[in-house]
């Protein structure tokens, strides 16, 4: 079974205990990729972070496709639109405490196992410890 990126449902997890401990949420943000909408004279090296914070932001919007808010960059009120897939990581200013992810697609499907076939018995499937027969790609964010 195909199932949806869990990176927008990280987000907002990472996003509210964030805030939820007193921090600022800051997300990093690959610039360069299509469809992002961010102040380009900020951008460094093709990235480019920006606050999510309740006060600096307003009408923060973290869907399952898009993140967006309304900020001020220098006074001037900006429209900000992220695609989930842009966004490489979510943390907190004063510890650095979060997560990356990573620059790939995250909602690519997984590659084929090339052993999966229908003469396969269901508990054989569920026997095995994920699809694609490899160990869970986790990061210590610290």
Do not use: H
Not at 64 to 93: H, K, M, S, T
Not at 101 to 123: C, L, R, Y
């Amino acid at each position: 079974m195909t199932m949806t990126s869990s990176r927008p449902y990280m987000i907002r997890a990472i996003y509210e205990w964030v805030v939820d401990n007193d921090c600022t949420p800051y997300i990093l943000v690959n610039a360069l990729f299509d469809g992002v909408q961010v102040p380009q004279q900020y951008v460094k090296d093709g990235q480019i972070v920006l606050n999510i914070s309740p006060s600096a932001v307003v009408a923060l919007d973290v869907g399952n496709d898009e993140l967006g808010f309304r900020g001020r960059f220098a006074g001037v009120a900006q429209d900000i639109r992220v695609p989930i897939a842009a966004v490489l990581g979510i943390y907190a200013r004063e510890n650095g405490q979060g997560m990356l992810f990573d620059a790939e697609d995250p909602g690519a499907p997984p590659p084929p196992t090339g052993g999966d076939d229908d003469s396969t018995s269901g508990q054989d499937k569920q026997d095995k410890k994920s699809p694609s027969g490899a160990k869970p790609n986790l990061k210590v964010v610290k």
